[in-house]
């Protein structure tokens, strides 16, 4: 079998090729270069020509052919260009997501396969396997190829499954990721043993093939910097808001008898990758929660509009000479506490960045306003705005990496789910509608964003489907 591997000179897909090899396929490497300009990038300009250099030096040190392929306008046009266009609808894209959907399991995979390629190996951090039916035997689709299946990577600090969640059966059929099954100390330990050149690079951060970006700069070749309020919510807002009382009433009718405690409205989650213990992980009666209708579940996901706040002036006269000047009247629901260079500059959840002071704990940003050219902040990880606890992943977007489970209008199941690369698993409960996917979160969820992937897995650490939220 003639295997191309992806090598991009980190450590992670030199050692994929060197298992590869030990293993005795015919492997050959090839690196792609997919941006060029360095516009808001903060690193050096030849960023990517030292990645091949390295990448070259794999190659030679396992005795395998090198090749260089330029994807630049491919991914410009498949991957920037949309996320350029995500951002200026408010919305908050993940480049790498597509990047692997649209490039290295398509285009790269495609010129690959006229190279005599069989397949493609990469250095994600997760598995496939076969999917089995209970008697063992090979579960097949409805054109009689095999189904494939894909689980997280076995270190969990690792695992890249998730960036893969758009991945469907023609491509996973012709792709290899040799070191799921390892943990990242082991990686490095194999490459130091063999003496790679990439043993010691450090891991690439930042968008894929962009590399680490000041967002603001990066956006601003194509989206037009425009000075905006930037508005603070309070918790009394929240008190007269007929759409959160509504949810509210919602999530207390779908409890268990026997539930003690407030309603549960705000998130537990604390940061990317650590959660407070919860006392019931598992808070909603299942009959109710299946009775919910559509009307309810749009209630749930349904975001706070914060366009109504509007704030009064009224003139004062101030200092010594009794100069004339303009103030906000207060208002008991916010306040107008800065300025923006554009509400499309910024996402949900978002911490850094807001550069305005005079507050105990953190701001987030709650929502962005891009009409209005407004963004909407709250005080403290707790705050009322920042939580929500169902979503809804529309019709059209909805991707199932296993077709054959794919579920059914009326359909309840239960899920793991993350909303963000690195999120621990959050149990939920999964409700299919006409309208789409709905989901359900044990606990309330911090920072839900448009824009970005919603994922789900089974109790095997199976990555079932995802949609755009």
């Known amino acids: 079998m003639k295997i191309c591997v992806g090598l991009s000179g980190g450590v992670d897909s030199?050692?994929?090729?060197?298992?590869?090899?030990?293993?005795?396929?015919?492997?050959?490497?090839?690196?792609?270069?997919?941006?060029?300009?360095?516009?808001?990038?903060?690193?050096?300009?030849?960023?990517?020509?030292?990645?091949k250099y390295?990448?070259?030096?794999?190659?030679?040190?396992?005795?395998?052919?090198?090749?260089?392929?330029?994807?630049?306008?491919?991914?410009?046009?498949?991957?920037?260009?949309?996320?350029f266009n995500e951002y200026e609808k408010g919305r908050t894209p993940n480049p790498d997501v597509l990047c692997n959907r649209e490039i290295k399991f398509d285009a790269f995979l495609e010129v690959a396969r006229k190279m005599g390629a069989d397949m493609v190996a990469t250095g994600h951090y997760c598995r496939k396997?076969?999917?089995?039916?209970?008697?063992?035997?090979?579960?097949?689709?409805?054109d009689g190829k095999p189904l494939w299946r894909i689980l997280e990577g076995?270190?969990?600090?690792?695992?890249?499954?998730?960036?893969?969640?758009?991945?469907?059966?023609?491509?996973?059929?012709?792709?290899l990721f040799p070191i799921g099954g390892l943990l990242k100390k082991e990686v490095r330990a194999l490459a130091k043993e063999a003496d790679l050149p990439s043993a010691d690079k450090k891991d690439s951060q930042g968008i894929c093939f962009v590399g680490?970006?000041?967002?603001?700069?990066?956006?601003?070749?194509?989206?037009?910097?425009?000075?905006?309020?930037?508005?603070?919510?309070?918790?009394?807002?929240y008190d007269v808001n007929p759409l959160y009382q509504r949810r509210k009433n919602i999530i207390a009718s779908i409890l268990h008898e026997g539930w003690q405690g407030e309603v549960p409205l705000i998130s537990h989650?604390?940061?990317?990758?650590?959660?407070?213990?919860?006392?019931?992980?598992?808070?909603?009666?299942?009959?109710?929660?299946?009775?919910?209708?559509?009307?309810?579940?749009?209630?749930?996901?349904?975001?706070?509009?914060?366009?109504?706040?509007?704030?009064?002036?009224?003139?004062?006269?101030?200092?010594?000479?009794?100069?004339?000047?303009?103030?906000?009247?207060?208002n008991p629901f916010g306040a107008v506490i800065g300025k923006h260079e554009g509400a499309q500059f910024y996402t949900i959840g978002q911490r850094k960045g807001l550069n305005i002071g005079g507050h105990k704990e953190p701001l987030f940003v709650l929502e962005t306003d891009i009409p209005g050219?407004?963004?909407?902040?709250?005080?403290?990880?707790?705050?009322?705005?920042?939580?929500?606890?169902?979503?809804?992943?529309?019709?059209?977007?909805?991707?199932?990496?296993?077709?054959?489970?794919?579920?059914h209008d009326g359909e309840v199941r239960r899920y793991r789910v993350r909303i963000r690369y690195r999120q621990p698993l959050q149990d939920a409960t999964l409700l299919r509608r006409r309208d789409g996917m709905y989901i359900l979160f044990d606990m309330p969820q911090?920072?839900?964003?448009?824009?970005?992937?919603?994922?789900?897995?089974?109790?095997?650490?199976?990555?079932?489907?995802?949609?755009?939220?």
Request: charged share 25%; glycine share 6%.
């Open 154 to 175: 076995v270190d969990p600090g690792k695992d890249q499954s998730y960036f893969l969640c758009q991945l469907d059966q023609r491509q996973l059929s012709q792709a």
């Open 446 to 469: 911090r920072g839900i964003t448009p824009g970005q992937f919603a994922v789900w897995y089974d109790a095997e650490d199976e990555m079932i489907g995802s949609g755009v939220i």
């Open 373 to 407: 050219n407004r963004v909407y902040v709250g005080e403290g990880h707790t705050h009322k705005g920042l939580s929500r606890p169902c979503l809804l992943i529309p019709e059209q977007e909805l991707h199932w990496i296993r077709p054959d489970l794919e579920m």
């Open 129 to 142: 396997l076969p999917a089995l039916a209970e008697d063992g035997t090979s579960l097949t689709s409805a």
């Open 54 to 83: 390295v990448a070259e030096l794999v190659a030679r040190k396992l005795e395998i052919p090198f090749y260089f392929v330029d994807l630049s306008e491919q991914y410009r046009q498949r991957v920037v260009d949309y996320m």
């Open 212 to 237: 680490k970006v000041d967002l603001p700069v990066f956006l601003q070749q194509k989206l037009k910097s425009v000075e905006g309020d930037v508005v603070e919510v309070f918790d009394a807002f």
């Open 269 to 330: 989650y604390i940061s990317e990758d650590k959660c407070t213990p919860v006392a019931d992980s598992h808070p909603f009666d299942p009959a109710k929660v299946a009775a919910l209708s559509d009307g309810d579940l749009r209630t749930l996901s349904t975001p706070v509009d914060y366009s109504g706040l509007s704030f009064e002036t009224e003139t004062y006269r101030s200092g010594r000479r009794h100069t004339l000047r303009t103030r906000y009247k207060d």
């Open 14 to 51: 030199s050692v994929a090729a060197l298992l590869l090899k030990r293993q005795g396929y015919d492997v050959f490497a090839m690196f792609m270069q997919n941006w060029k300009d360095t516009t808001g990038t903060l690193h050096g300009d030849c960023e990517w020509e030292e990645d």
